[in-house]
């Protein structure tokens, strides 16, 4: 009976809690996850971005509460502050926590302890930018420029450029 009883117990867990846990841990991760298309198309072009005048060159203080794990205000009021900042060009000047690639895309993301942290995404096809993307050290300042495009798990989206 006893060995009945932890196969009863070990089909259950698999039938009932895996696909339970899955859900949750979906549902859990998609809550902190607005990643969409750029409204405009201004990041698509790198020159584009680099001419555009920002909408904002440092971090604002409205984004960074929204964007807060503690912060006070309700869902309907962080998405309205979100939602007003998705599209626009900014340029912030803050420091790197880490850099990772994938193919050609490298993706610096900086530390959130600086206010507000953002994930830049930056395509290179050139060996000199991909050399000084490269040798980017943790705790170094970098300038992104660039579209805010959406928000992941606190941090801002934003696909552009770094700038020297």
């Known amino acids: 009976m006893n060995k009945l009883a932890k196969v009863a117990f070990w089909l259950f867990i698999i039938v009932i809690g895996l696909p339970v846990l899955g859900f949750f ?6 809550t902190f996850t607005d990643i969409e298309a750029p409204s405009q198309s201004v990041a698509s072009n790198v020159g584009d971005v680099w001419a555009a005048k ?3 060159t440092s971090p604002p203080p409205d984004l960074a509460a ?15 502050v979100k939602d007003r900042w998705k599209g626009k060009i900014v340029e912030w000047r803050l420091p790197v926590w880490n850099v990772s690639k994938s193919g050609k895309e490298y ?20 060996e000199d930018a991909r050399m000084r993307l490269e040798a980017i050290m943790s ?12 928000y992941t798990l606190g941090n801002v989206e934003v696909t552009g450029l770094l700038m020297p």
């Open 25 to 30: 841990v979906f549902f859990v991760l998609s």
């Open 54 to 56: 920002p909408d904002s």
């Open 66 to 80: 929204a964007l807060s794990f503690f912060s006070e205000a309700t869902s309907v009021q962080k998405q309205a």
């Open 107 to 126: 993706t610096v993301q900086t530390d959130g302890k600086a206010g507000i942290g953002i994930f830049c995404r930056v395509t290179t096809n050139s």
């Open 139 to 150: 705790g170094q300042f970098v300038t992104c420029k660039g579209q805010v495009t959406g």
